[in-house]
């Protein structure tokens, strides 16, 4: 089934091994990490001593940044100045105290989770793209943690982790799409706890009751808060929850991420130092990210505008997938509506998402119009060229601002 071999410093960040204590840095609450800036000026030379142990707690990928640079000539450019594309990637390492409860450590952690978030450049909108594990995608030669270097194939996308580490992941990512990423952040299960418990739970809504063994979970129906352990079982769990697909699963992680985003941005976390500080600590000692995203300063900079960010811009879908022909329990790209996606992420048009996206559908067609130029008296046929009209296409997706209780 391919390449085992755990991932070192030469592969960029894996979930596991070495250093990893200090590599779990940071989560989607850099959405918030905007209001420490203002916290810690304001607090003077004790400010300066939260501001210096929250920096000092992300660690930088520099070995992804070295293995990426050295590819650079192959990789896309960026084509709209100021937009942003992020790649978070969720890992199911099981090394550690705290991760090992979940199953036992093989050394052959992949990405459990693999979001692709595009920030528009005038930041009016966020648009978050799941990519499925099982996609089946063509992985570059990436370098293994011994320095070899593995031969390219088609397979699993969440092998590019399991080979080559964030690196190799991300190359596969922009070899998929066309699309540059400009910045990764790596999280395992126990920096997903972390952030979760840090903001004191975050509000789910159940439609039915869970009672779910292998996830640890017995949760009644309706308005439900999730601590960080009861979050991670909600959103790891597959085969008793919805249709057992890993699809709903990932739409599944979407409305957590939606609802977190709400939590993190309310008035309760954001303006009361004492609740701000232990997610920020959370978040930056969680991950890990690459170097330009390595200090609370990065982190600033890139989300200070995030804030004005309407709750209905902040969108969540799953790239278009379907069955791979040749294996059904393995996923493949639908076409040409994965590639409309990439385009519009690419060249920051515009992303159009509706919880219910009819297969098949296509926009409307273009009709001839009539301006009423003359007036009340009808000439006959049209003579003036057909008016075209092109509706954006519509995704299937979901926004942090809708109540899935509604």
Not at 107 to 126: C, K, M, N, V, W
Not at 256 to 266: E, P, T
Request: charged share 25%; aromatic share 6%.
């Amino acid at each position: 089934m391919g390449d085992t071999g755990r991932l070192g410093p030469g592969a960029g960040a894996s979930a596991s091994g070495p250093g990893l204590v200090r590599r779990r840095r940071r989560r989607w609450v850099r959405i918030g990490a905007f209001g420490v800036a203002g916290v810690v000026v304001a607090a003077g030379g004790a400010g300066w001593a939260v501001y210096a142990k929250l920096s000092g707690n992300i660690t930088p990928d520099e070995a992804a940044a070295a293995e990426l640079a050295r590819y650079e000539k192959e990789r896309p450019t960026s084509l709209v100045k100021g937009a942003r594309n992020i790649l978070l990637i969720g890992s199911d390492s099981r090394e550690g105290d705290d991760n090992a409860r979940y199953g036992r450590d093989s050394g052959t952690e992949r990405s459990d989770t693999t979001i692709l978030l595009h920030l528009s450049a005038g930041r009016t909108s966020a648009t978050a793209v799941s990519l499925p594990r099982d996609l089946m995608v063509d992985l570059p030669g990436c370098r293994r943690q011994d320095g070899s270097r593995s031969a390219p194939r088609f397979t699993m996308f969440n092998r590019a982790f399991q080979v080559g580490g964030s690196a190799c992941t991300i190359r596969t990512v922009e070899k998929l799409t066309d699309i540059r990423v400009d910045h990764h952040v790596v999280v395992d299960f126990h920096g997903f706890k972390k952030m979760v418990d840090a903001v004191d739970g975050v509000e789910v809504c159940l439609r039915h009751p869970i009672d779910d063994r292998a996830a640890k979970l017995r949760l009644p129906a309706g308005r439900v808060t999730l601590d960080g352990e009861q979050a991670l079982g909600y959103v790891r769990a597959r085969k008793t929850l919805g249709d057992g697909s890993d699809t709903e699963r990932m739409e599944r992680q979407q409305r957590f991420l939606g609802a977190l985003v709400n939590k993190v941005r309310s008035n309760d976390v954001l303006l009361n130092p004492a609740k701000l500080y232990p997610v920020l600590d959370a978040a930056t000692s969680s991950l890990t990210t690459d170097p330009d995203l390595a200090s609370l300063r990065g982190l600033y900079e890139l989300v200070r505008g995030l804030r004005d960010i309407p709750m209905e811009r902040v969108q969540f879908l799953t790239v278009p997938r379907e069955s791979y022909a040749y294996d059904a329990n393995r996923d493949q790209l639908v076409e040409p509506e994965a590639e409309r996606l990439f385009e519009r992420l690419r060249t920051d048009t515009p992303v159009v998402v509706a919880g219910h996206v009819p297969r098949g559908s296509a926009p409307l067609r273009p009709t001839d119009s009539y301006d009423g130029s003359y007036g009340d008296s009808y000439p006959g046929p049209f003579t003036k060229p057909a008016v075209t009209v092109s509706p954006p296409p519509t995704f299937r997706g979901n926004t942090a601002a809708e109540d899935t209780c509604e």
